[in-house]
C-alpha cells in the first residue's frame, strides 16, 4: 500500500488551495449568520463543524511562506483554529468539554499570533496577513470567553 497521494488527492488539495480564502470567507459568513440566528441548532452545527473541518484541512496543504517557525505557526493556526470553533459550538450547545477545548485553542492561538507577527514584520510577507487576522479574531473571541471563565475558578 502506497502513501504517496494519487492524482485525485493531489488536485484536491490544489484547487482547495487556490480558492482557500473565498472558501473560508463563505463558511466564515455562514457560521456568523448561523451563530447570530441560532435556529435550527442543527445549522449552527453543520457550519461551524464545516468551517473547523476546513481550517484543520488547512493545515495540510503547502504554507504559502518559507521559514521554518512560519511554516509551523501556519499549521498550528489550522489546528488551534478548529479546536476554537468546536470549543465555541460546544458551548453555544451546552455540551460538555467546551472550557478544555477554548483554553487549548486560546494558548495555542496566542503564540501564532505573535509568530506570525513576527515574520510579517519581517518579510512584508501578505500571506501572512489573512492568517494573522484569522488567528487573532480567533484568540480574541476564545480569550473575551475564556479569562473571565478562568478568573471565575481562581475565586
Known sequence: ?????????QQFFIQLAKHKFKIEAVLTALALAAWFV???QEILQFTMFTLAGFYFLS???????KELFGVV?????GIGGAVCLIGLVFMKLGMEGWMQMLVVGFL??????LILLFYWM????TEYLI???RSAALATI???VVVPQLQNLQS
Not at 500500500?1 to 488527492?9: A, C, F, G
Not at 493545515?59 to 511562506?65: E, G, R, T
Not at 495555542?108 to 499570533?113: A, L
Open 142 to 144: 476564545t480569550g473575551y
Open 108 to 113: 495555542s492561538m496566542v503564540p501564532v499570533v
Open 59 to 65: 493545515a495540510y496543504l503547502i504554507p504559502p511562506v
Open 131 to 133: 492568517l494573522i487576522i
Open 73 to 77: 505557526a501556519t499549521k498550528v493556526s
Open 122 to 125: 519581517k518579510s512584508q510577507n
Open 38 to 40: 441560532g435556529k435550527p
Open 1 to 9: 500500500m502506497s502513501t504517496q497521494p494519487n492524482s485525485q488527492q
